[in-house]
């Protein structure tokens, strides 16, 4: 799924600064200094820090946008340096990025995706619009694509601060190379360490595993009713192929005089494959209506695909009848093969 920023070789990390840790008292110039040592590994591309980091940790902003609405709305809020939206491949469509001169002392400013500009501003160009945020005002000053700030759904508004407008202790960095982005662990660790030593890297990772790790409930139930389905096709072969096999015995003697009288294989063969395929249709009839009218129960597990998805519905219909038919084959085969005398003789 895109998730519309750039996954691929670039590795995530958080720091915390303690209050007793020394330059705690201006997080900032810490982080700063920080991004500029690990800017100077060979390899590295662009190094960039927000709070929170991706895929969102639920932070959080009631905004209420002076002209449109006199009610708040709640949205995703990520405070970010300069230079992170080129570092995670988040397109800046237009306006302008942050930038060092965007300070405490200097208007707050802030930047909004296309999902904020759609719903809250109609399609109308919000650059130079004021925001208010917790009883502050921002003007925005750029427009950014759409990423997700959970994986699920679909992109929601979300709105961006200046990381330098409103400090923090606590960011994750993003470091995006040109290496396999775990071979620069060893070298990010010293980065930080020239700067800070007593300070620990937390959940490093690279934001692939970050993503896998976010949906793994996800895999676990999917794995879980996959086992089921495949368990509860299984029976149903066993069930027709018993079946089958019950009846090519009970017709031993009416194939041998068919076979003596010149029937060939094949026509031996079909009525019991010709069984089978309706016995799978008489299922489909009867069980197609009932998991259609279940659907409304596991719509909400489903991503991506409708629960009456017209493909995903066909597909498994030709996969029935192709277990029915499979599981009918071993006891037609059997049939095809039945001396016409030794037949005769079981009579």
């Known amino acids: 799924m895109d998730q519309g920023y750039d996954t691929e070789n670039c590795l995530t990390f ?13 997080p900032g110039d810490f982080f700063e200094s920080v991004r500029t040592s690990i800017s100077s590994i060979p390899g590295v591309r662009s190094v960039a820090y927000s709070k929170p980091g991706l895929p969102g940790a639920g932070w959080y902003a009631d905004v209420k946008i002076p002209g449109h609405t006199d009610e708040e709305v709640t949205m995703p809020v ?29 208007p707050r400013v802030a930047i909004v995706n296309e999902a904020f500009v759609r719903e809250l501003f109609a399609g109308e160009n919000p650059i130079g619009r004021p925001v208010n945020e917790d ?44 290496l396999p982005p775990m071979s620069l662990i060893p070298a990010v660790r010293k980065a930080v360490a020239d700067n800070n030593p007593d300070l620990p890297l937390e959940d490093l990772a690279t934001h692939e595993q970050l993503l896998a790790e976010n949906i793994v409930m996800e895999r676990f139930f999917a794995l879980l009713c996959g086992s089921l389905a495949l368990l509860a096709l299984l029976l149903s072969c066993i069930g027709i192929f018993g079946l089958m096999a019950y009846n090519v015995t009970r017709r031993t003697n009416e194939i041998g005089i068919r076979m003596a009288l010149g029937a060939t294989p094949f026509k031996v063969a079909r009525p019991i494959l010709g069984e089978a395929v309706v016995l799978a249709a008489i299922g489909l009839g009867v069980g197609l209506p009932i998991a259609l009218a279940l659907t409304r129960f596991i719509k909400s597990q489903l991503y991506g695909v409708s629960p009456t998805d017209p493909l995903t519905i066909i597909c498994v219909c030709i996969l029935l009848i192709a277990a029915a038919v499979l599981a009918a084959w071993i006891p037609a085969r059997r049939a095809v093969r039945i001396n016409p005398m030794e037949a005769l003789r079981c009579e």
Not at 14 to 26: F, H, I, V
Not at 97 to 106: E, I, Q
Not at 151 to 156: E, K, L, T, V, Y
């Open 78 to 106: 990520y405070y970010v340096c300069e230079g992170w939206f080129e570092t995670m491949g988040v397109t800046l469509l237009s306006g302008r990025d942050f930038n060092h001169t965007d300070t405490r002392r200097s």
């Open 135 to 178: 009883d502050d005002t921002y003007h925005i000053v750029g427009i950014c694509g759409n990423h997700k700030h959970h994986m699920r759904g679909d992109a929601s508004p979300i709105i961006y601060f200046s990381y330098h407008q409103r400090r923090f202790g606590h960011v994750s960095f993003s470091v995006r190379s040109v």
């Open 14 to 26: 958080n720091l915390d600064l303690l209050d007793s840790t020394p330059g705690s008292d201006n």
